[in-house]
């Protein structure tokens, strides 16, 4: 019974404050996180259950008044009585989303990677679109941007970009930007005034924290060289570069933008972290190449998440059915509208078991 489950939770609660608040709790970093994760979580479970038990004694006590009332006085308890109903359906509906199973990545900060993909020096652009409107947006939510690696193509456009974007709720709203985006306009390439269809990928991860992966130095094999940029000339008469490889995984990352070796070594870990991390998240859902083709594809037109199409000013995210006549506003940095419906999409389907995870 749901009363049952909720009164363990209270027991789990009050244990995980009792060991929080033992000495030697805070000499393990990552005993704290995971305890400071778990009382955050339980902390509104547990005040809404109270609440809604409250609410129920209010609505008993109501009730058993209404039998020896009559008149203005049976009116004024029979609206305690609708007040307290409507009270306790509103709290079970909201413990009912409480209790959905916690995405592992709330919380955490965000690496996003942005690629051209398909339309050659088209698709470059709409990656520098893509980015720029992401930093907007990130500014409007207040959150904090930090660029790992830019890699830009010859018309100012960006062969690759990876980015940091930190902020509490960054992960709820952007994961679900991961996928092929399709631009329909006309390129600045084109001469006559044709409408074109290119596409760039995003790639989104939750940064790791060192307590999250353990790398084992052994894994690692790292190269050094001189940083190149557009067309492959050196752009540093020093071996800043650095390319790290994870031997076990095959992941190799590369960083050249910062001057200092030891910098690009400590960028390129930040992202091998994170990478690690996913990887291992996709291998608990399904198979790693599987997982990463579903948000990526082959960066092919016909696959996407979603559509802009410039002439139209409209875009459209093909999972929720959603078209927006704002194209302009979207690149602008106005995206809550459609991350509010991607993550009510989310609940939807958490909540009706669609994704085996509800309540």
């Known amino acids: 019974m749901l009363d049952d489950r909720l009164k363990a939770l209270e027991d789990e609660f009050g244990a995980v404050e009792a060991e929080l608040a033992e000495p030697g709790t805070s000499a393990d970093p990552r005993r704290l996180r995971d305890l400071s994760r778990r009382h955050k979580e339980l902390s509104e ?8 038990t409250s609410a129920r004694s209010d609505l008993e006590t109501a009730r058993g008044m209404l039998e020896d009332l009559s008149g203005e006085d049976r009116d004024v308890v029979r609206a305690e009585v609708d007040a307290a109903e409507s009270s306790i359906e509103r709290l079970r509906t909201r413990l009912n989303t409480l209790l959905l199973p916690k995405d592992p990545n709330d919380g ?4 996003i990677e942005i690629r051209g993909a398909e339309g050659g020096e088209e698709a470059n ?11 907007r947006y990130a500014a409007e939510r207040g959150w904090k941007t930090e660029v790992l690696s830019l890699s830009a193509s010859e018309r100012d456009g960006l062969n690759e970009v990876v980015f940091l974007v930190k902020g509490k ?10 996928g092929p985006h399709r631009v329909q306009r006309v390129p600045v390439t084109e ?34 060289y001189r940083s190149t940029g557009p067309g492959g000339q050196s752009v540093n008469t020093t071996d800043s570069a650095v390319r790290i490889t994870h031997l076990p995984s095959g992941i190799v990352v590369a960083m050249q933008d910062e001057k200092s070796q030891i910098q690009n070594r400590a960028k390129a870990m930040v992202v091998l972290r994170a990478r690690l991390l996913k990887a291992e998240q996709d291998r608990r859902a399904a198979d790693l190449a599987e997982k990463r083709k579903s948000q990526v594809g082959g960066g092919g037109r016909s696959e996407k998440v979603r559509t802009y199409n410039y002439k139209e000013n409209r875009v459209t995210d093909h999972r929720v059915n959603l078209t927006l006549y704002k194209l302009d506003q ?30």
């Open 169 to 178: 709720d960054a992960w709820g709203r952007l994961e679900h930007e991961a």
């Open 191 to 224: 001469s006559k005034g044709r409408v074109h269809t290119s596409a760039a990928t995003v790639t989104v991860l939750p940064e790791a924290d060192e307590v999250d992966v353990n790398i084992d130095p052994g894994d690692l094999k790292v190269d050094v």
């Open 108 to 111: 955490r900060n965000v690496i």
């Open 45 to 52: 479970i547990v005040a809404t259950w109270r609440e809604l």
């Open 330 to 359: 979207v690149l602008a940095g106005d995206l809550d509208e459609l991350t509010d419906a991607l993550m009510a999409d989310k609940r939807g389907r958490q909540l009706s078991g669609e994704d085996g995870s509800g309540p």
């Open 125 to 135: 652009l709409f990656a520098r679109d893509l980015y720029d409107m992401y930093l």
